[in-house]
């Protein structure tokens, strides 16, 4: 007996990160209820992204083309690399920040349980990369998890095989913010991180 299409839809919600039983089962609804036009566009657009959006060649990044816009550019500094883990940091350095070198997204970070290593982040194209001699410096933009800082570890070593510079952008107390509401993890990193004052 096939299941009814009303909770195929529901599970086609579930996919979505954060997407729980109740959430899809509103979305379903309101799609049906109020926004099949909407609900139309979505299934198009979804179907067209799904079959036309690959990565891009040099970077990682997602692309509709071999090359994004990015790594196409000629305007961009060659020399700079910024290694992240998602296309979502990319973005988010790129929106806040004066940023205009290349880019090098991961899709992840090394997480050995997962069976996630080097080669399932592209870190052999990583290498590729650093050997051609353009870049000078390698900025490890990863995330200040446990995986993160044993992602940023494994590609300062490769940065360094390389003579590329290693950096790591500062991490710490955020700016406006006051200490009593900072957590002790960040507090305790940005004292240990501490420089001198210009």
Same mark, same amino acid.
């Given at each position: 007996m096939s299941v009814p299409l009303l909770e195929q839809l529901v599970e086609a919600f579930r996919v979505l990160p954060g997407v729980g039983q109740k959430t899809a089962q509103r979305m379903a609804y309101h799609v049906l209820e109020r926004g099949r036009d909407g609900g139309r566009r979505l299934a198009e657009v979804l179907g067209e992204a799904v079959e036309k959006i690959g990565h891009c060649e040099r970077c990682r990044d997602f692309s509709e083309t071999p090359l994004c816009a990015t790594c196409a550019s000629a /305007?961009?500094?060659?020399? =700079?690399?910024?290694?992240?883990? /998602?296309?979502?940091?990319? =973005?988010?350095?790129?929106?806040a920040t004066g940023y205009r070198g290349l880019y090098f997204v991961l899709q992840g970070r090394l997480s050995p349980l997962d069976g996630i290593g080097p080669r399932e982040l592209g870190l052999h194209l990583l290498g590729e990369r650093l050997a051609q001699g353009e870049v000078q410096e390698l900025i490890i933009a990863t995330n200040p998890t446990v995986e993160g800082e044993a992602t940023a570890h494994y590609l300062a070593q490769l940065a360094r095989q390389h003579g590329v510079r290693p950096s790591r952008p500062a991490h710490g107390l955020p700016l406006g913010g006051e200490l009593e509401y900072v957590d002790r993890g960040t507090l305790s990193h940005a004292f240990g991180s501490r420089g001198e004052m210009a």
């Amino acid at each position: 007996m096939s299941v009814p299409l009303l909770e195929q839809l529901v599970e086609a919600f579930r996919v979505l990160p954060g997407v729980g039983q109740k959430t899809a089962q509103r979305m379903a609804y309101h799609v049906l209820e109020r926004g099949r036009d909407g609900g139309r566009r979505l299934a198009e657009v979804l179907g067209e992204a799904v079959e036309k959006i690959g990565h891009c060649e040099r970077c990682r990044d997602f692309s509709e083309t071999p090359l994004c816009a990015t790594c196409a550019s000629a /305007s961009r500094d060659v020399q =700079l690399l910024c290694a992240v883990e /998602s296309p979502a940091d990319r =973005l988010a350095i790129e929106q806040a920040t004066g940023y205009r070198g290349l880019y090098f997204v991961l899709q992840g970070r090394l997480s050995p349980l997962d069976g996630i290593g080097p080669r399932e982040l592209g870190l052999h194209l990583l290498g590729e990369r650093l050997a051609q001699g353009e870049v000078q410096e390698l900025i490890i933009a990863t995330n200040p998890t446990v995986e993160g800082e044993a992602t940023a570890h494994y590609l300062a070593q490769l940065a360094r095989q390389h003579g590329v510079r290693p950096s790591r952008p500062a991490h710490g107390l955020p700016l406006g913010g006051e200490l009593e509401y900072v957590d002790r993890g960040t507090l305790s990193h940005a004292f240990g991180s501490r420089g001198e004052m210009a």
